[in-house]
């Protein structure tokens, strides 16, 4: 195993940890609404202040996702997404998408199905994404278990392999998940598939305090999370929000309105400094 | 009713060879460990058992008959050819086998809910009634093309009590379907079950569904012993999900003398997009949850698939088939959509029997096969489901030809 010790996502993490800081993770679909604007919206959100961010893989039947990122998906590979151009939006983000222009500096997470890993070659969609510019891979349908070596091959590129825990996970099995999982612990808030939620269940917060005494991997909370004040809520005990269906949502109704990719990109910026805000 | 043990290399976690598995989110996993060690559990108990066999006997009305086909094997010559009738069936096919089995373990779990994704519509009746027996919600998904497709199980299934949820997304047939099943029962795992329609899906659905349809196969096996004194030569079989193959195939696969051909949906054309062949003409994949072969582009998309037959219409297969497939135990090829409606055809004139378009698939292979063979050599097909519910289809699709 190649350590991880040079990986910018657990680099991300532990400079914030220094400061004291908690961190927003904005989900954006690859190539939605095209492969451009997701590489402008990658410098955009850095550029509000973000320091990670995670870019979903579309993919034709994507089980643990809720219907406003499947049809994101859907949009997305009707526009023509492959991974070929993904690496290649990536690898010019990494190069010229920083704010200045110069290199882009978020840690980067892909969000992929072990369907299209699987398919790719695991080996080479390791060494591949690496290549391009990710720090790190979250395969929800890869739970710990199956096919075990995958973090392995994914350390030896250089990836963190982030796993999900969901309030579903026996105690014991919870703990094991955060042992294995590398970079942070994916805690998703609720059984079932992403969406918009107002309210998170008080037992998620609970869980993951309880949770956070066995490990000292950070644990994020995803799914659900749609404002500012569950982000703060999010924030008091995890060490960042994820945030996916209410950005792409966002997205949507931007594209509906027929907005330029300019504006798009701007509203997207808007709404993550306005999620950043009560964790500045 | 155990006949053999199972001799299979199943491992503990659902695999036959390298394919199989439970590559699914982390919500289900629980659910799926629950659910293995229940059906162990019940499958173990005489008193499940008995139950089980009740049920098959009192509302499935089994056994099926063995039919041999005088009329359809005059006309072809060589080989016997006898039927499996699962046509005969309440309901109208194999799947109401399955569909006990698991609502009676739905019961046992303590579920009130059940859900089910379908294609012809079959599975989802089956449900229907399986449910509307033991007193269980029941929620259906089908995607709208289906929908169109089987108008008349989609009324079915709401006379039974069933809500027929429409599935808009994808190319809005099973595999769309099954999506939608499955994302139900990641919010809903703790009241509901998932009555899952194949040998497909994530560990235990591929044994547990195998299990249940094994009676098909068991049947089949003192039948023909009785009737003929001898083992069949060749045993054929329809495979969409692969579950009506599955359950002939399981009880006789230690029976070396016994050839077995699993017919997938050859639909227009051999291109990809075409057919619904995975075995035939994909290669090793993930697709709900299980690893199998699938028809996939090289990013690892789904393919997109075509059949004249809603229930062969899917993208994947059950994991043991694939490792029929590879080791070469069961010979895999492909019919084509017009050879399934020529073979419908035939069967109607010379049996009077009116089979689904998915078994069409399976007499078509039957009618190549039994030629080459002799007099006193025996075809068995498996005649999985009766052709009532594609009547609608048929009738456009002569229409179409005619026109020509
Ligand atoms: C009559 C009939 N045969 C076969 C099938 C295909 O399923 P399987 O391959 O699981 O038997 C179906 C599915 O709907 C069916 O209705």
Redesign the pocket.
């Known amino acids: 195993m190649t350590d991880l010790q040079n990986n910018r996502l657990i680099q991300t993490f532990a400079d914030l940890r220094a400061n004291g800081k908690k961190t927003l993770l904005p989900f954006l679909t690859a190539g939605y609404p095209d492969s451009r604007t997701t590489t402008n919206m990658l410098s955009e959100v850095e550029r509000r202040g973000a320091r990670i961010c995670e870019l979903g893989v579309p993919f034709s039947d994507p089980i643990a996702d809720g219907p406003v990122i499947q049809a994101s998906y859907t949009a997305a590979l009707d526009g023509g997404f492959t991974l070929a151009g993904l690496f290649e939006s990536v690898r010019e983000y990494r190069a010229t998408g920083g704010p200045d222009g110069g290199p882009g500096g978020l840690a980067l997470l892909a969000m992929v199905s072990y369907s299209i890993v699987y398919r790719y070659g695991c080996e080479k969609f390791c060494a591949d994404a690496a290549a391009a510019g990710f720090d790190g891979l979250i395969v929800p349908d890869l739970p710990l278990g199956q096919a075990d070596n995958f973090a392995t091959l994914a350390a030896s590129a250089g990836l963190c392999n982030v796993l999900l825990i969901s309030p579903t996970t026996p105690q014991q099995r919870r703990i094991e998940i955060a042992k294995a999982s590398s970079g942070f612990v994916y805690f998703m808030s609720v059984a079932g598939i992403t969406g918009e939620r107002t309210v998170l269940p008080p037992s998620t917060i609970e869980a993951v305090a309880e949770l956070e005494t066995h490990t000292d991997t950070p644990i994020c909370i995803g799914f659900g999370i749609s404002s500012a004040d569950m982000v703060e809520e999010v924030c008091g005990t995890a060490e960042g929000a994820i945030v996916g269906s209410a950005i792409i949502h966002k997205i949507n109704d931007a594209v509906a309105a027929n907005a330029p990719s300019r504006q798009i990109v701007e509203t997207v910026g808007q709404f993550v400094e306005k999620l950043l805000q009560p964790i500045r | 009713m155990n006949d053999f043990t199972d001799n299979i290399p199943t491992t503990s976690e659902g695999y036959y060879g390298d394919y199989g598995g439970a590559f699914v989110p982390e919500t289900l996993i629980a659910a799926l460990e629950q659910l293995s060690h229940e059906f162990d559990a019940a499958w173990a108990d005489d008193d499940f058992r008995a139950e089980f066999d009740r049920c098959l006997r009192e509302i499935a009305g089994r056994p099926s008959e063995l039919y041999f086909a005088g009329r359809l094997t005059e006309q072809f010559g060589g080989a016997k050819i006898y039927l499996k009738r699962?046509?005969m069936n309440h309901t109208?096919?194999?799947?109401i086998n399955n569909t006990l089995g698991q609502a009676l373990l739905a019961k046992r779990m303590g579920k009130r809910r059940v859900i089910a994704e379908?294609?012809?519509?079959?599975?989802g009746v089956a449900t229907a009634t399986a449910a509307a027996v033991f007193g269980l919600e029941c929620e259906v998904y089908m995607g709208t093309e289906d929908i169109r497709r089987q108008a008349l199980n989609v009324f079915r299934m709401k006379l039974l009590g069933a809500k027929v949820v429409p599935v808009e997304s994808g190319q809005r047939t099973?595999k769309d379907a099954t999506n939608e099943a499955m994302r139900d029962w990641m919010g809903s795992v703790e009241h509901t079950h998932y009555i899952l329609?194949?040998?497909?899906g994530p560990h235990p659905f591929p044994l547990m569904?195998r299990q249940f349809?094994r009676c098909i196969g068991t049947e089949a096996r003192s039948q023909m012993l009785e009737v003929e004194g001898r083992l069949p030569d060749v045993v054929v079989?329809?495979?969409?999900?692969?579950?009506?193959?599955?359950?002939i195939f399981v009880p006789m696969i230690e029976d070396k003398s016994v050839a077995m051909v699993g017919v997938e949906a050859g639909g227009r054309s051999l291109d990809l997009g075409d057919h619904a062949a995975p075995l035939c003409l994909g290669d090793p994949g993930i697709l709900h949850g299980s690893h199998s072969y699938v028809l996939q582009d090289a990013d690892g998309q789904t393919a997109q698939v075509h059949s004249v037959?809603?229930?062969?219409d899917?993208p994947g297969?059950?994991p043991e088939h694939s490792y029929w497939r590879d080791t070469g135990r069961v010979r895999y090829t492909t019919c084509s959509d017009d050879e399934a409606i020529d073979a419908l055809m035939t069967l109607c004139r010379s049996e009077g029997i009116i089979?689904?378009?998915?078994?069409s698939h399976a007499v078509a292979e039957a009618i190549k096969i039994a030629p080459t063979l002799k007099a006193d050599q025996i075809v068995l097909v498996n005649l999985?489901?009766?052709g009532d519910?594609d009547c609608n289809e048929i009738q456009e699709i002569l229409a179409r030809r005619e026109g020509k």
Do not use: W
């Open positions: 699962e046509d109208g096919a194999h799947k379908t294609g012809a519509g079959q599975h099973l329609g194949s040998v497909c569904v349809q079989a329809c495979v969409g999900g692969g579950s009506n193959a599955a359950g037959s809603a229930g062969l899917y297969v059950g089979p689904a378009l998915e078994s999985s489901g009766r519910k």
